[in-house]
Nanobody, 124 residues
């Protein structure tokens, strides 16, 4: 039912910033735990960040903690991932996801709906 569309990816130099957006339709994000995952070439999909229904509880992978921030703007039915101090190892396709649970989780199986992804490339 819920459709997710990511945007904001692109090419950026190391140390730069990008803000990814995830626009939802077919359902209100206030009813979902929201998350971001990424997949680099030759690697498995990995957890990046997750956000509670209230927006007051977050979970981050250690690799991005302190550099990335997940947030939601319910009035726009949109979730964001602010990425600062980007590193070449952040290069990946980034996916937005929505889950019907009630708490943030790094488990991809807990997310029911997925976007198509947006490419982020960080050059050195």
């Amino acid at each position: 039912q819920v459709q997710l569309v990511e945007s904001g990816g692109g090419l950026v130099q190391a140390g730069g910033s990008l803000r990814l957006s995830c626009a939802a339709s077919g359902g209100a994000i206030i009813f979902y735990v929201m998350g971001w995952f990424r997949q680099a070439p030759g690697k498995e999909r990995e957890f990046v960040a997750a956000l509670s229904l209230s927006g007051r509880s977050t979970l981050y992978d250690d690799a991005v903690k302190g550099r990335f921030t997940i947030s939601r703007e319910n009035a726009k039915n949109t979730v964001y991932l602010q990425m600062n101090s980007l590193k070449p190892e952040d290069t990946a396709v980034y996916y937005c996801a929505a889950g019907v649970g009630s708490v943030p989780t790094a488990n991809s199986a807990s997310f029911n709906y997925w976007g198509q992804g947006t490419q982020v490339t960080v050059s050195s």
